[in-house]
């Protein structure tokens, strides 16, 4: 079989499509309270989080999504499956969102929530690892590069330190979570230069 090889444009404007698909899911969990005023608001002060949390989640990953495939100028095979794989694993978590409030925090549904986080990073760090590759048979490494996947083990170690942590703190454990996300906000590795074909090589790093 031919080795697939795409545009990344092609690959982003896919996966913007799930993400986007994703936040809907989310959002629909929101319910209006039963009570009213102030009293309603407070019921549904955990929810709000909790969603707020897994947008946030979310967003941060389209934004080092969009980031990191506009460091590559082909996508091949293993690009694809493995955007494939990530979105899959993100595509999951408005299910482990609900299941955490249905079961109003408790440390198992913490838990599987935090295990959640750690397949859709690792899935992530798949699709990191796949376009470095790419990126150092095309000369084009960045000492950012190197930098980004270190960062993402030790996410990824802090994400599975909160699986065993939520349930004895589970409040805890999602903190850590939320600790871990907000580290991402930045991209680490810069855009060297635009990768579309309309796009001269010559332009400047952002």
């Not at 698909?21 to 309270?33: A, C, D, N, Q, R």
């Not at 707020?52 to 980031?67: P, R, V």
């Not at 091949?76 to 249905?102: C, G, H, K, M, R």
């Not at 990191?128 to 790419?134: D, F, L, N, S």
Request: charged share 10%; net charge neutral.
């Amino acid at each position: 079989m031919a080795h697939l090889i795409s545009s990344p444009a092609r690959l982003e404007a896919f996966s913007d499509g799930v993400i986007a698909v994703i936040i809907t899911i989310m959002v629909l969990e929101l319910k209006v309270p039963h009570a009213d005023g102030f009293a309603g608001l407070r019921a549904i002060l955990p929810t709000l989080a909790v969603y707020a949390l897994s947008f946030t989640f979310t967003g941060i990953y389209w934004i080092n999504h969009h980031h990191l495939v506009h460091r590559t100028r082909e996508a091949d095979q293993a690009i694809l499956y493995a955007n494939l794989a990530f979105l899959f694993s993100l595509s999951l978590l408005p299910f482990f969102t609900a299941y955490l409030l249905e079961k109003h925090l408790d440390s198992f549904a913490v838990a599987l929530y935090a295990a959640s986080m750690v397949v859709t990073g690792f899935s992530f760090l798949l699709l990191r690892i796949a376009i470095v590759r790419r990126l150092r048979q095309a000369g084009a490494l960045d000492q950012h590069d190197t930098f980004a996947e270190i960062k993402h083990w030790i996410s990824l170690a802090l994400y599975l330190i909160s699986i065993p942590l939520a349930f004895p703190h589970p409040h805890l454990a999602l903190g850590i979570t939320a600790l871990v996300t907000i580290v991402w906000i930045y991209p680490t590795a810069p855009i060297p230069q635009c990768v579309t074909p309309e796009s001269p090589s010559h332009h400047h790093p952002i």
